[in-house]
């Protein structure tokens, strides 16, 4: 009986270390100052992973091995970029206004390159020196609080812009036009989310298991006795 019940609890052990699984991280190391959205990476080495994934965005987050810097920000998959060779950073093409800008991420075991949206003056900046369609959010036109301060609630509502430069006469003019996911739809206001919400808990299933596993030992107590009983009892004479 106890090799049976030997496979349930493999099974037990393996869900609850799925449920616990950290998501994937990476790391990159860099020899220049560099902006992400928020704030400026100085030369060292840095680990960035995914939060959270919604329909239309994922919600990036980067920090330094020495613990000092801490940047979280928006990112969008875009296949049109092409997979690095030698890293899984992106670097956009020409920096702005004499900075080096990171253009994205390519995360382990997915099959495009997270973009980084950056707030609306610094992709103005960067739209300006590439001729590329720059991912940007304008909270304060929304009458939310200027990034880096959102809130994981603004960052999942927020609207997502994509900035173009065209020339118009001698000045060059920026174009802004609402993002649209793969399928060509305008990202919804509220993004639905592909996944439960860091509010919501595992903690539920975990209990559920439990008390599954509690009833399978008491049912195998019970029976016990009943199949011990069986074995030692002396066969009867055929008659």
């Not at 899984?88 to 994205?104: F, K, M, P, T």
């Not at 919400?197 to 019970?222: D, F, I, K, Q």
Request: one cysteine or more; aromatic letters at 6%; hydrophobic letters at 40%.
């Amino acid at each position: 009986m106890r090799l049976r019940s030997t496979p349930f609890y493999l099974s037990l052990a393996l869900l609850s270390t799925s449920l616990w699984a950290a998501p994937p991280t990476d790391m990159f190391t860099l020899s220049t100052p560099t902006k992400v959205p928020g704030t400026t990476l100085q030369p060292g080495s840095y680990s960035i992973r995914i939060l959270n994934r919604l329909s239309d965005r994922d919600i990036v987050r980067v920090d330094s091995t020495s613990g000092d810097i801490h940047a979280t920000f928006i990112g969008i998959p875009n296949s049109r970029i092409g997979k690095p060779a030698a890293s899984n950073i992106v670097n956009w093409s020409n920096g702005a206004e004499g900075a080096a800008y990171l253009r994205g991420w390519y995360a382990p075991k997915t099959s495009a390159v997270t973009e980084f949206v950056y707030p609306k003056s610094e992709a103005v900046a960067i739209a300006k020196v590439n001729d590329s369609k720059v991912p940007a959010i304008d909270p304060a036109s929304e009458g939310r609080k200027a990034d880096p301060t959102l809130s994981k609630e603004d960052m999942e509502l927020v609207t997502l812009w994509l900035l173009s430069s065209s020339t118009v006469g001698a000045a060059p003019e920026i174009k802004a036009e609402r993002y649209k996911q793969a399928s060509g739809k305008v990202a919804p206001r509220k993004p639905v989310i592909a996944q439960l919400p860091h509010t919501a808990s595992n903690l539920p299933w975990l209990w559920l298991t439990g008390v599954l596993s509690l009833v399978s030992a008491a049912l195998l107590r019970l029976t016990r006795p009943i199949v011990t009983a069986a074995c030692s009892s002396p066969s009867q004479p055929i008659a």
